[in-house]
């Protein structure tokens, strides 16, 4: 539609409530100021620009989502979806690599619904937020009377995965003691559970994810060498965000649509000013820091369209970029305060603070070890 712009001799209020009422974009008043033409014209093509732009995006996340989850037109990103579309229908372990905040839980249920065993259970499990004398009995269950507090038997993830797949993350947080044990299942295909002498056969497809290096674990004793080969049947390793940033444009898009309905906000769209930002920024915490630089966008925005004023970054301060002494109004120094006082209202629990804040589990232990918290 072609914007249109009305000039009267007119200057009252129902004039301009009747010209936007039948479609203008603006109006002006006689006698005709050139720079209110001006500034109005540029006003439009802006409009225009943010239109377009968003629709565009709107058409290429269709296009292109796989699941309607992994959101990406880069090269990179494009390569990930044909190594899913290639390793999904066999049934080969997968290890998927990645930096904290990469989408390696989306990935991995990709690989589960693109394969034959897309209508059995996909089971998931986190081994660094279970104590290890617990992880045993949640892998492989339990029967009653096994230990302190077992007073019914239990059924472990394996087995509710069976016919499945099962995802294991953050497998590197897993002792050696446990490696061994989950060696052994992944071998025989078959668990015991704690407090029984009986072997159940299991049939399920292991994807392991995390975001250390293994093979350097393996080669300093930290990690078994048969378990990193048996579990690195595949290797998928998704690429940071910092190194793909033609796709934040969509990221961003899809975010925006998704949280303007949960907060029930109509918001339409990024100006030029905060889509740059975005793009200029490194993504430390990769797409889940974007998500909720996004949310809070939709949260704080003052117009339709999300300002670079309306987007608020958790600053990523290099130790050399830091000032000793810090002033009280400085930015490592509000970037002190606005971890601390993340961290009283998580209650302490540093893996929600840093979920809350965007950033890696690994960057808020070495911020708080600089604040000496710990």
Same mark, same amino acid.
């Given at each position: 539609?072609? @914007?249109?712009?009305?000039?009267?001799?007119?200057?009252?209020?129902?004039?301009?409530?009747?010209? *936007?009422?039948?479609?203008?974009?603006?109006?002006?008043?006689? @006698?005709? =100021?050139?720079?209110?033409?001006?500034?109005?014209?540029? %006003?439009?093509?802006?409009?225009?620009?943010?239109?377009?732009?968003?629709?565009?995006?709107?058409?290429? !996340?269709?296009?292109?989502?796989?699941?309607?989850?992994?959101? +990406?037109?880069?090269?990179?990103?494009?390569?990930?979806? =044909?190594?899913?579309?290639?390793?999904? @229908?066999?049934?080969?372990?997968?290890?998927?690599?990645?930096?904290?905040?990469?989408?390696?839980?989306?990935?991995?249920?990709?690989?589960?619904?693109?394969?034959? %065993?897309?209508?059995?259970?996909?089971?998931?499990?986190?081994?660094?937020?279970?104590?290890?004398?617990?992880?045993?009995?949640?892998?492989?269950?339990?029967?009653?009377?096994?230990?302190?507090?077992?007073?019914?038997?239990?059924?472990?993830? #394996?087995? *509710?995965?069976?016919?499945?797949?099962?995802?294991? =993350?953050?497998?590197?947080?897993?002792?050696?003691?446990?490696?061994?044990?989950?060696?052994?299942?992944?071998?025989?295909?078959?668990?015991?559970?704690?407090?029984?002498?009986?072997?159940?056969?299991?049939?399920?497809?292991?994807?392991?994810?995390?975001?250390?290096?293994?093979?350097?674990?393996?080669?300093?004793?930290? #990690?078994?060498? &048969?378990?990193?080969?048996?579990? $690195?049947?595949?290797?998928?390793?998704?690429?940071?965000? %910092?190194?793909?940033?033609?796709?934040?444009?969509?990221?961003?898009?899809?975010?925006?649509?998704?949280?303007?309905?949960?907060?029930?906000?109509?918001?339409?769209?990024?100006?030029?000013?905060?889509? =740059?930002?975005?793009?200029?920024?490194?993504?430390?915490?990769?797409?889940?820091?974007?998500? $909720?630089?996004?949310?809070? +966008?939709?949260?704080?925005?003052?117009? &339709?369209?999300?300002?670079?004023? &309306?987007?608020?970054?958790?600053?990523?301060?290099?130790?050399?970029?830091? %000032?000793?002494?810090?002033?009280?109004?400085?930015?490592?120094?509000?970037?002190?305060?606005?971890?601390?006082?993340?961290?009283?209202?998580?209650?302490?629990?540093?893996?929600?603070?840093?979920?809350?804040?965007?950033?890696?589990?690994?960057? !808020?232990?070495?911020?708080?070890?600089?604040?000496?918290?710990?």
């Amino acid at each position: 539609s072609l @914007p249109v712009i009305i000039m009267t001799a007119y200057s009252s209020v129902q004039t301009a409530v009747n010209a *936007l009422k039948i479609g203008a974009y603006d109006y002006l008043t006689k @006698p005709l =100021d050139f720079d209110k033409l001006k500034l109005t014209i540029e %006003r439009v093509f802006e409009s225009l620009y943010l239109k377009t732009e968003n629709q565009t995006l709107k058409i290429r !996340l269709k296009e292109k989502s796989l699941n309607h989850d992994i959101i +990406g037109n880069s090269p990179a990103i494009q390569a990930l979806l =044909d190594t899913i579309r290639m390793v999904a @229908p066999t049934d080969a372990n997968v290890l998927v690599v990645g930096e904290s905040g990469t989408g390696k839980e989306l990935v991995s249920a990709a690989i589960h619904e693109n394969s034959p %065993r897309k209508d059995q259970p996909f089971v998931r499990i986190n081994c660094a937020a279970i104590t290890e004398t617990l992880l045993e009995s949640e892998l492989f269950g339990h029967e009653k009377g096994s230990f302190t507090g077992a007073d019914k038997a239990r059924k472990g993830k #394996f087995l *509710l995965a069976d016919k499945g797949s099962i995802l294991l =993350d953050e497998i590197g947080e897993m002792s050696l003691a446990m490696q061994a044990k989950l060696l052994r299942v992944i071998q025989e295909k078959e668990i015991t559970p704690v407090g029984s002498d009986r072997n159940i056969k299991t049939d399920v497809r292991v994807i392991a994810s995390t975001n250390r290096d293994l093979k350097k674990m393996a080669e300093e004793g930290k #990690f078994r060498h &048969d378990l990193y080969y048996r579990l $690195n049947v595949v290797s998928i390793e998704i690429p940071p965000l %910092r190194k793909r940033k033609e796709d934040i444009p969509s990221l961003a898009l899809y975010f925006l649509e998704l949280f303007s309905k949960k907060n029930k906000r109509d918001i339409k769209g990024f100006s030029p000013d905060a889509m =740059d930002a975005m793009i200029r920024y490194d993504w430390e915490g990769n797409v889940r820091e974007l998500m $909720n630089c996004v949310e809070r +966008g939709v949260v704080l925005a003052r117009s &339709d369209y999300i300002g670079a004023e &309306d987007l608020s970054f958790v600053p990523a301060v290099k130790d050399q970029d830091r %000032r000793e002494p810090d002033e009280p109004g400085s930015l490592s120094r509000i970037e002190e305060k606005a971890i601390l006082s993340t961290l009283e209202s998580s209650q302490g629990n540093k893996s929600e603070t840093a979920r809350k804040l965007g950033i890696t589990r690994k960057t !808020l232990l070495k911020k708080l070890k600089q604040y000496g918290k710990i």
